[in-house]
C-alpha cells in the first residue's frame, strides 16, 4: 500500500449521533473533543510516516460527522473545517505527506469545497495537492457531466493535482472522460506552470506485482 484514504466524517469522530441531539454552547465545547481525535488518529499518522506512506484526507459531504454538521451545518465550510482538523494533526507530528479532497454528489458543493479550502490554504500559508472528485456521479452522460462541472471548473480556476471520474461503471470507462479533462487542462497551462511540471520527475511503479 502507497497511500491510504481516510475520512474525517467516520475516522474518529463519527456520526455516533444525531446532529440535532449535539449542541455546543460555545467554540471552546465544540473544540474540546480534538483531544479524542488526536488520541486515535496520530498512531496511524506516526505509522505512516514510518513507512514513508502518502495519505488523502477525504471529506465527503454526505458523511459529516454529527459534532460538524450541528457547528457548521451542511455545508461546504463543515467539509473544511473537518478536514483542517484532521491536517493540524499531520502537522502537529511533522507529516506532510499528505493531499486533500472535498467530494460531494452535487457539484455545486463541491466546488464550493475545495475554492474554499484553496483561500483557507493561502491563508494559512499551506500548500498541500488537491485531489478533484465528484462522489457517485451516477452512470452514462449525467455521471460525465456531473464530473466534468466539478472538476472541469476547478481545472480552469488553476486548482488540482490528481482528478478521477467515478462513475456507476466497469472502471475501465472512466479513462475516457477522466484523461479528456486532464488534456483539456493541460492545454490551458502557461509558460511557467509547463516549466514547473516538467521538473517533476517521472512515476515509476517499483512494487513486485
Given at each position: 500500500v502507497e497511500k491510504i484514504r481516510i475520512n474525517p466524517g467516520n475516522f474518529a469522530d463519527g456520526r455516533k449521533q444525531d446532529e440535532?441531539?449535539?449542541s455546543f454552547d460555545s467554540e471552546e465545547d465544540f473544540l474540546k473533543?480534538?483531544?479524542?481525535i488526536v488520541e486515535a488518529f496520530a498512531p496511524l499518522v506516526?505509522?505512516?510516516k514510518e513507512l514513508n506512506r502518502a495519505m488523502r484526507i477525504g471529506t465527503n459531504h454526505g458523511s459529516l460527522a454529527a459534532r460538524i454538521l450541528s457547528f457548521y451545518g451542511d455545508s461546504p465550510r463543515g467539509m473544511v473545517e473537518s478536514a483542517l482538523e484532521f491536517a493540524d494533526v499531520c502537522r502537529m507530528l511533522d507529516y506532510h505527506n499528505f493531499?486533500?479532497?472535498m467530494k460531494a454528489s452535487n457539484p455545486v458543493?463541491?466546488?464550493q469545497g475545495y475554492r474554499l479550502l484553496a483561500a483557507?490554504?493561502?491563508r494559512l500559508g499551506w500548500d498541500y495537492p488537491l485531489h478533484l472528485g465528484v462522489t457517485e456521479a451516477g452512470e452514462g452522460e449525467d455521471g460525465r457531466m456531473k464530473s466534468a462541472i466539478g472538476i472541469g471548473t476547478l481545472l480552469g480556476d488553476g486548482l488540482g493535482d490528481t482528478i478521477r471520474v467515478s462513475?456507476?461503471?466497469d472502471p475501465e470507462f472512466e479513462y475516457g472522460p477522466c484523461n479528456r479533462l486532464a488534456e483539456l487542462a493541460g492545454n490551458e497551462l502557461g509558460a511557467d506552470a509547463r516549466t514547473r511540471q516538467a521538473a517533476v520527475p517521472a512515476f515509476v511503479d517499483g512494487r513486485d506485482v
Open positions: 440535532d441531539e449535539v473533543p480534538r483531544d479524542d506516526l505509522k505512516c493531499v486533500f479532497s458543493v463541491m466546488i483557507e490554504m493561502y462513475l456507476t461503471e
